[in-house]
């Protein structure tokens, strides 16, 4: 497809159990984003790739949190021993590179993947 | 610190109607600027940008939005809504060479016939 993909759409899981969300970005596309977006409140950067670096991480709540992207193209977000204030949409975003000029290239965005934590 | 605030956090409008949705923001200097709209289980979808230039810039579906550097502001507009325009609106700023996006607490927008 054209666009970000990720999977699952949902997931549903205990509490201490390990999760990992995958984001497939746009193709060519060298930035990749995470965002956590809880219920009610707009998005908040956790991470960014400039291809297989992880350049900005500092948006990650907790050691929990990992993201990886070894390949440079599709990412995981994975987070160990969940707790309930995890509980939020998992947003991935890619955006071609910076150019010459300088401007900021917008980001397309998945469709997120909800995830409950019980 | 660097902040972007949305005053209003739901608003409803009768559609045909026009719509305007305040945006504010701190930052020391001119940051990039967007308005994103989300709707109901669906992604963000980009409405419009502003890097610099021409302040008043256009935008998909009929928006608009104006810069003004004196007031911080970066409101959007449409002169007439549409039922489909209900959704969740965020006002959305750069700063970073990276291009991470900080992201206002968005307005819900209700349109009633």
């Known amino acids: 497809g054209a666009g970000v993909s990720q999977s699952p759409r949902y997931k549903v899981a205990k509490r201490g159990q390990d999760v990992a969300l995958r984001c497939d970005p746009i193709s060519g596309h060298v930035s990749l984003f995470w965002y956590q977006q809880a219920l009610g409140q707009g998005p908040e950067f956790l991470t960014y790739?400039?291809?297989?670096?992880?350049?900005?991480k500092s948006g990650l709540p907790s050691d929990r949190f990992f993201a990886e992207r070894p390949e440079g193209s599709v990412s995981t977000l994975k987070i160990q021993r969940t707790q309930q204030e995890d509980s939020a949409v998992y947003l991935c975003?890619?955006?071609?590179?910076?150019?010459?000029?300088?401007?900021?290239?917008?980001?397309?965005f998945g469709d997120g993947t909800r995830l409950s934590i019980l | 610190a660097q902040s972007v605030t949305q005053p209003d956090i739901h608003i409803t409008v009768s559609e045909g109607a026009s719509l305007e949705l305040r945006c504010n923001y701190s930052y020391g200097a001119t940051p990039y600027l967007f308005w994103y709209v989300q709707s109901p289980g669906q992604g963000l979808q980009l409405l419009l940008k502003?890097?610099?230039?021409?302040?008043l810039v256009q935008g998909i579906k009929g928006f608009e939005a104006e810069f003004k550097r004196s007031q911080s502001s970066f409101n959007l507009r449409k002169p007439s809504v549409h039922w489909s325009d209900a959704a969740e609106y965020f006002c959305v700023m750069t700063t970073d060479s990276w291009g991470k996006l900080q992201f206002g607490a968005g307005t819900q927008v209700v349109v009633t016939p």
């Open positions: 790739f400039q291809n297989e670096a992880q350049l900005d």
């Open positions: 502003y890097f610099s230039g021409d302040t």
């Open positions: 975003a890619s955006s071609l590179r910076r150019d010459r000029g300088h401007q900021a290239q917008p980001q397309h």
